[in-house]
């Protein structure tokens, strides 16, 4: 009985729920903070964060070798595994902020929505310059969204928390500094990753000859880069006091029109790749003429 191939092996004994399981872990001795402190806590934490990236990287490996002939990117799960990466890398260098109470649920989602939606959750890569540039400028600018997201929402917890002299809590937040500088920046590397995405697709449609701009997921795309291009022109001009309440709320709203982006992408019909496109959606569009073609007539011959 012949050997079998390192992605079977790894998908046959890693699943979804190795590293989900020990992410969940994770998040119940964040929330145990709130409650109690604890000496073994900082270790039990990296532990188990450390096991579920490991087992996630080994999933990740092992799917991608098995969508490679589709070309296809795993879109949520590669999401959560960089964004469990960020947080590992924080659970070291600042171990006494709870970040994972925050970063830990949307990780868990996105996990779910990889494994509820298995067949819309992919994400063109292609084997080209632009098609990579393009899968991976996106995956990296929805990454910084949500992480920007994040960085908001603790912005305005600490924010009411300070502001109505509320109590310490048995953890530490970041500072309000802080958290500004970081959302500050994110708004300002989500608008060049998914502007490079987006003008990277438009010359990759470019090269196969025609750019469907009526595309749900192309103007949507635009849309988002806009508002994100805008919110950076107003950080940059516009810098009265309580700024970082106003860019906390902008990474709100950037994270909500990248859920209606990623919404557009599961349920409208759309030209778009992804794990599989049907003729009935490319005619759509008309990139393809899916008419059933005609069998050629033999020539009929002349009467002598």
Known sequence: MGRKPFNELLMGNISVFCFAASYTVALLLELSRLFFRSGIRGVLLISFASAGLLAQTL???????????????????LVAWVLAAIYLYLLFYH????????????????????????????????????????GFSLLLGTVVIFFGFVG?????????????????????????????????????????????????GIALNAQEGEVPWSDPVVWSSGLLLLWLAAAMLFNALYRPSRQGRKIAYLTLVSAVFLLLVLAV??????AHPTREITTEKLSHFKLIDTTTPQEPQEPQGVLS
Not at 98 to 106: E, S
Not at 111 to 134: C, Q, R, T
Not at 163 to 173: D, E, G, I, Y
Not at 179 to 196: D, P, Q, S, W, Y
């Open 152 to 200: 908001g929402l603790i912005y305005l917890i600490q924010s009411r928390r300070l502001q109505k002299k509320q109590m310490a809590l048995r953890f530490r937040l970041p500072s309000l500094e802080w958290t500004e500088k970081i959302t500050a920046r994110c708004i300002v590397f989500a608008t060049i990753l998914l502007g490079t995405g987006v003008l990277s």
């Open 95 to 134: 171990p006494k902020v709870p970040l994972g109470i925050f970063l830990l649920p949307l990780i868990l989602a996105l996990i779910a929505l990889a494994e509820y939606l298995p067949e819309e959750s992919g994400y063109p890569m292609g084997k080209s310059a632009w098609g990579m540039v393009h």
């Open 59 to 77: 999933f990740v490996i092992a799917r991608l070798a098995e969508e490679s002939a589709r070309d296809t990117l795993d879109w949520y799960l």
């Open 265 to 270: 992408t599961r349920f409208v019909p759309s």
